[in-house]
């Protein structure tokens, strides 16, 4: 650890892991090493599910540049959605 | 040195030993064969934790002759892959600096109750375990050489200090009982060669046996064949160095 730049975070919704699909409670946003991204320091999202163990995670490392116009996408999509009357029907449990 | 003409041989496997508050915690013991005496070494593994990139580090100081303990400094995070494991360490905001110095100080005493060493212990750390390794060093009796590559965080602004890490590193360099290889790269940012300086002048103000090494071209982490950051030039010459400083002060 050397930035110790983190925050996490209680999110709702699911993840695919190296077992198949399970359910996210958390996410944890990083600026420190990455594991694999060909940088010293990387944006880190981990959506885990720590009740399950550290094995319960879906990782990505980002750019800087990357993961900006990742949040302005999130960010233009869910307004396109919010437009349309979409996010309602996003509430409803199936 | 190695020849051909040589027998060589060395074991590896998981162990259990006493870490910090008396828990017990895994550790990755390899050796040489052989009944010694040798000198040995405790290698505190870098952020990316527990990882192979470790494991073979110990099984390549065991090769160069020293009993070799790694201890997992994550175990109390859970089990799973290293990567997994450490991202769960990361998202807690690291390790406690007592719990990491408990854990490599148990390791250091594994290794004095072996009837085959020398009676030379030396610690070993990169990136968060090159900080963990001298906190370590300065803080416990029972240290002959640290070698500390490129670690993070030994020089910190007080409002980087917090509860886990409630003491800058630095500030125990009046402590250092033992002499201290120290290995950078120029273009790493933690640490920055400013910072890499401020600690070679607390190293000369309390006169320490030191040595540091910085490398051109090469940032954080250069060692590490696994990763982009590998300079193999500056990493060949950085492992020499190691060897050298080891025997000189372990042998």
């Known amino acids: 650890m050397c930035t110790m730049i983190v925050e996490k975070i209680k999110i709702e919704g699911s993840g695919k892991g190296k077992s198949g699909w399970f359910k996210l409670e958390g996410a944890n946003v990083s600026y420190d090493h990455p594991f694999n991204a060909p940088y010293e320091h990387a944006l880190n999202i981990d959506f885990v599910n720590e009740s399950k163990g550290p094995s319960a995670r879906v990782a990505v490392e980002l750019s800087e540049d990357a993961a900006r116009e990742l949040i302005k996408t999130i960010t233009a999509v869910l307004d396109r959605a919010k437009e349309g009357g979409h996010l309602e029907s996003q509430r409803v449990k199936v | 040195m190695y020849t051909t003409d040589m027998y060589e041989g060395i074991t590896a496997e998981t162990v259990a030993i006493t870490g910090a508050n008396g828990d017990m915690i895994h550790a990755y013991y390899a050796r040489p064969l052989g009944p010694g005496p040798y000198p040995a070494m405790v290698l505190a593994h870098h952020m990316p934790g527990w990882d192979e990139w470790y494991r073979e580090a110990a099984f390549r100081f065991a ?3 020293y009993v070799t303990i790694m201890p997992n400094l994550y175990f109390r995070a859970g089990h799973g892959t290293p990567e997994d494991v450490a991202a769960k360490v990361r998202a807690d905001g690291g390790l406690p600096d007592d719990q990491a110095v408990g854990d490599l100080t148990g390791s250091m005493k594994y290794l004095r109750a072996l009837p085959n060493i020398n009676g030379k212990i030396g610690i070993f750390g990169t990136c968060s375990g090159g900080r963990h390794a001298y906190l370590t060093a300065c803080r416990v009796d029972g240290f002959d050489a640290i070698v500390d590559c490129w670690g993070g965080g030994v020089v910190m602004p007080p409002d980087s200090l917090d509860e886990k890490r409630p003491v800058a590193p630095i500030d125990y360099t009046k402590d250092l009982p033992c002499p201290i290889l120290g290995i950078f790269g120029n273009d790493d940012s933690h640490p920055t060669p400013e910072q890499v300086n ?6 000369k103000k309390h006169n320490k046996n030191y040595e540091f090494h910085r490398y051109d071209g090469a940032g954080h982490g250069f ?11 500056q990493a060949t010459d950085g492992w020499e160095k190691v060897w050298s400083f080891l025997e000189k002060n372990l042998g």
């Open chain 2, 63 to 65: 090769n160069h002759g």
């Open chain 2, 223 to 233: 060692f590490y064949y696994i990763y982009k950051a590998y300079r193999q030039e």
């Open chain 2, 198 to 203: 401020e600690h070679e002048e607390a190293l």
